[in-house]
């Protein structure tokens, strides 16, 4: 099975750490983010590894090399040009991707979940995105006219985990944009009933702040499955 890897972001919320190297190779618990997430990956029956990249791609080139060391096939395009976006970075990756591969795997670069990929469901007719719990930091409110009528404190919400199983065979060469979000182009996929849900419920961040990573190394050091 084949995975493209988001992995051409800088993170400037990270400040100096991402000074020399992109985010996704950021030290968790004395190992960069992005092995971690290979391994899970290749865990879950990744064989062939498609990095797409854009911040210092040299880093995780050089790191990674062929792929051999850590048991999976390296495959890598650079893109210098931020505006093509998520989604136009999975574009470009198609002309990489062997036409035979109908189905892979994309993700963020930047997240790690103890959530095995098996368990996530493959479909025949659409693709799927995988979801995780949120609880909100704040009280949400509905105020109608100068009352509030509603309060929950803690609301949970379901959000995109940055995992995704995508189907080629439904037309992504001619459907994805050139440029913009993935997340866009399966909002509107969505609208067309074209893609799934699954909820999982286990561990799941993404490094967004110093917070996520710290919680990210005490998760780890604790035994995390990643």
């Known amino acids: 099975m084949w995975a493209m890897v988001l992995a051409g972001g800088r993170g400037v919320r990270l400040g100096h750490l991402t ?14 983010l992005l092995e971690r997430q290979v391994r899970w990956l290749i865990a879950g029956g990744v064989t062939d590894i498609l990095f797409l990249l854009s911040y210092k791609p040299d880093v995780i080139q050089n790191y990674f090399r ?12 650079v893109q210098a040009d ?8 999975v574009r470009l990756g198609l ?20 959530e095995p990929l098996q368990n996530v469901p493959r479909f025949a007719d659409g693709h799927t995105v995988m979801a995780v719990e949120r609880p909100s930091s704040y009280g949400v409110l509905r105020v109608q006219g100068k009352y509030i ?25 001619v459907r994805l944009p050139e440029k913009g979000p993935i997340e866009e182009f399966l909002a509107q996929a969505s609208a067309q009933l074209d893609v799934y849900g699954y909820r999982s419920t286990q561990w799941w961040r993404s490094l967004d ?18």
């Not at 190297?21 to 004395?30: E, G, L, T």
């Not at 009528?149 to 060469?173: F, K, P, T």
């Not at 996520?212 to 604790?222: G, I, N, P, S, Y």
Request: hydrophobic share 40%; aromatic share 10%; with cysteine.
């Open 19 to 32: 000074e020399e190297v992109p985010k996704p190779m950021i030290q968790i618990a004395n190992v960069p």
């Open 66 to 77: 062929t792929g051999a060391e850590f048991g999976f096939v390296a495959h890598y395009c």
């Open 149 to 173: 009528v509603e309060w929950h404190e803690h609301q949970v919400s379901w959000i995109n985990a940055g995992v995704y199983l995508m189907r080629r065979d439904m037309g992504l060469d």
């Open 209 to 226: 702040s110093f917070k996520d990573r710290l919680e990210m190394e005490e998760h780890f050091l604790a035994g995390g499955v990643t």
């Open 95 to 114: 002309g990489i991707l062997p036409t035979s591969i109908t189905l892979f795997v994309v993700t963020n670069g930047d997240v790690l979940t103890d």
């Open 82 to 89: 931020l505006s093509y976006g998520t989604g136009g970075m």
